[in-house]
């Protein structure tokens, strides 16, 4: 028995502890997350998708090793070196199936398996779950929202390269998200000195299929693809055009298109010498590039705000026929992605460490896969309050709370802590669970 005494000038007590408490484990909340996964039919659908491809070692499957480096990522571990420590955890345990879970060697021998054909069969479960996902809670519309970000890498890594825009040496990846949900729709690798709309085209195109295919299916009107003025590409606006998919991209400013809102630039000097705040005013013109075959339509816009000597402004090239106002405000809103960015980097975004950015793109594509899960999780199963908290918040409300596996006979129980805080949310959360497997076996 050990002893700590209070440092507290007040108190003389002490405070005796053990480590004999029982097999607990911290991720008893993983509950949720494993019921869902089962409601979908992923586990099934991954171990037929994944069956001929084998690791060196037969004791663990390559199904099963995914699932548990998703389930460490879900749980906020994201490296490889945490499977030794949690390698006897009831929960994970449990809900993986096993007596013992597979070694970090054994996870080092499962990332260094990873080539193209595991890719693609990624890919597929991938779009499997989001399949099954918008058939439960169907979109009525969608919005792209492309970008680039800098995921950093150390030593010599291929693609490894500097990047002027971000200061840094690292991976340049394209990501797309869907605006109303946060999905994840594709992110792929690219040299760290690519510039934003380099590959666009083509990493773009199948998120386009995948979305008239789903726009056929459930009549939704046109998509809206947003991107910044890294992506104000002919080829960008020529694929959107051709597949059906409206835009709003940024321009960079230029002499010639400040002065189709040189107007504009007159009347908010005028109004802005007068008024307490800042000063807007918008318009739309036809303007062609050297590259463009034809005029598009622009919308800008002008600021200027009290006291300041020089005006701002906003160029934004649309095939939409909206007010220039309205479109500039859909535009703006582009901001929230860098939340959803920033959220998957930090709390789902392995260690791109391995040499071969092959590699590397698989383990893009697993974290990739992570985000989604737990990002369908709280969408589909939390209310409005707790399904805007993001994910760390969400981990330490539901997912880390102190559990203990106790066999009886043939049944099983997971009894979690008794003064759990959030104990309602997660029985609500567990229900709509059971409602969505109901639903879903329906659909299917």
């Excluded at 002490?14 to 039919?41: E, P, V």
């Excluded at 590959?199 to 726009?215: N, S």
């Excluded at 399904?387 to 043939?410: M, T």
Aim: glycine content about 6%; some cysteine; overall charge positive.
């Amino acid at each position: 028995m050990l002893s700590l005494k209070d440092n507290l000038h007040f108190s003389k007590r002490q405070f005796q502890f053990n480590f004999q408490g029982g097999q607990l484990s911290t991720d008893g909340g993983l509950l949720l997350l494993h019921n869902f996964i089962k409601a979908f039919h992923i586990d099934c659908f991954a171990t037929q998708l994944f069956s001929n491809m084998r690791l060196s070692k037969q004791q663990h499957s390559f199904s099963s090793v995914l699932f548990q480096l998703l389930y460490q990522l879900a749980a906020g571990y994201k490296t490889a070196d945490v499977a030794d420590e949690l390698a006897a955890d009831p929960a994970f345990t449990l809900f993986l199936d096993k007596q013992r879970l597979a070694s970090q060697p054994t996870l080092s021998r499962f990332i260094n398996s990873l080539g193209d054909e595991s890719l693609e069969k990624l890919k597929k479960l991938d779009h499997a779950i989001r399949k099954r996902a918008y058939l439960v809670s169907p979109q009525e519309f969608s919005i792209l929202d492309l970008d680039s970000t800098l995921i950093n890498t150390y030593g010599k890594q291929e693609g490894s390269k500097f990047n002027y825009h971000y200061q840094q040496v690292g991976l340049h990846p394209l990501v797309c998200f869907e605006a109303f949900t946060g999905d994840l729709l594709a992110a792929e690798l690219r040299p760290g000195a690519a510039y934003s709309c380099n590959g666009a085209v083509p990493f773009m195109q199948p998120i386009l299929d995948e979305m008239q295919k789903m726009k056929k299916m459930q009549k939704m009107p046109t998509m809206i693809l947003r991107g910044d003025s890294g992506f104000a590409d002919n080829k960008i606006y020529t694929q959107c055009e051709t597949n059906g998919c409206s835009y709003v991209i940024r321009l960079k400013e230029n002499n010639i298109l400040k002065q189709h809102a040189s107007h504009l630039l007159a009347e908010v000097d005028r109004l802005a010498s007068t008024a307490t705040g800042s000063v807007a005013l918008y318009d739309d013109f036809y303007y062609q590039a050297s590259s463009w075959a034809y005029p598009r339509r622009v919308v800008c816009k002008v600021e200027k705000k009290q006291g300041e000597l020089f005006a701002e402004h906003t160029f934004v090239v649309t095939n939409m026929d909206q007010p220039a106002k309205r479109l500039i405000k859909l535009y703006c809103k582009r901001g929230l992605m860098e939340n959803y960015i920033k959220e998957f980097k930090n709390s789902f975004c392995m260690s791109m460490s391995n040499r071969q950015i092959k590699i590397n793109q698989n383990l893009l594509l697993i974290c990739q896969i992570a985000y989604n899960l737990f990002n369908w999780m709280k969408r589909l199963t939390l209310g409005s309050k707790m399904g805007k908290v993001q994910a760390d918040g969400i981990r330490l409300r539901l997912l880390k709370v102190a559990g203990k596996v106790v066999r009886h006979g043939r049944r099983t129980w997971l009894e979690l802590c008794s003064c759990f805080p959030y104990r309602k949310q997660l029985e609500e959360a567990l229900r709509k669970v059971d409602l969505l497997a109901h639903g879903l076996a329906l659909l299917l």
